[in-house]
């Protein structure tokens, strides 16, 4: 191995080790704070509190109260969502412990207005208004068409009855069984009875069926017009 490419190995070793030992001889500073922010400055929980010459960092808790190990010189990033980054450096000739509060700014990004037309005219916006359909419209015609008053009466008729109904219906089946009964035995007793038939034919030989006598009885019934003291005054 040429001499050249020794002494830049020997380098290469040596610097990382001179560099640790310059670090070592300046004294850690225990770094405490509370981060803030906001219009009223209220604790940040949280809040990632990074030390880039380290390249270490830690996270406020949740009172925004953070601890970290730095050395003078160092650059410390605080940042939270919604806030702007701060920068701190620690200073130089300093104690071994050091505090501050942190105040962040709210990061607010204005933009510009946009105005949103998705139909180029009013007529368009109307169609589209009036023909736009509803995510249950399916399931409203269905109601409309349980409930209409045609649908309500083919169904009724449909249906069978219920208990009263049904009581009524055989009840009133019953009583007419029992009248049409009694009204078919009289007639049926009339039509085989030989002495009515013998009365009946004696009546037709007699002429009784062609006498107009019944219509004098109309005659003696009031008529509606005359008062009843002068149609007693009459008879």
């Known amino acids: 191995m040429k001499k050249g490419h020794i002494l830049l190995v020997i380098l290469m ?15 850690a500073v225990i770094f405490t704070g509370i981060v803030v922010g906001g219009k009223n400055s209220e604790p940040l929980p949280g809040a990632f509190v990074f ?3 380290a390249g270490r960092g830690t996270i406020a808790n949740e009172s925004g109260y953070f601890i970290l190990s730095v050395f003078p010189s160092d650059s410390i990033i605080f940042s939270y969502v919604g806030f702007k980054k701060q920068y701190h450096i620690i200073p130089k000739k300093i104690e071994q412990s050091y505090s501050a509060i942190v105040d962040l700014k709210e990061d607010v990004k204005l933009l510009a207005e946009v105005k949103v037309y998705p139909y180029p005219t009013e007529e368009l916006f ?4 009036i023909n736009y359909k509803l995510p249950d419209a399916k399931e409203r015609e269905a109601l409309a068409r349980a409930t209409d008053n045609r649908s309500l009466a083919m169904l009724a008729k449909t249906m069978g009855m219920g208990a009263s109904a049904n009581y009524r219906s055989f009840m ?15 007639i049926s007793t009339a039509l085989m ?12 030989k007699k ?4 006498k107009k006598d019944w219509k004098g009885i109309n005659d003696l019934a009031p008529s509606e017009a005359i008062p009843r003291e002068k ?5």
């Open 51 to 53: 030390n880039s010459s």
């Open 13 to 27: 070793a040596v610097l990382p080790y001179s560099e640790l030992l310059a670090q070592g001889n300046e004294k």
């Open 126 to 129: 109307k169609e589209a208004f």
């Open 207 to 210: 002429g009784d069926l062609t």
């Open 193 to 204: 009875n030989p002495i009515a038939w013998l009365s009946f034919i004696q009546s037709v």
């Open 231 to 235: 149609f007693i005054n009459k008879n």
């Open 172 to 186: 009133s089946q019953q009583q007419n069984a029992i009248i049409n009964k009694g009204f078919t035995n009289s």
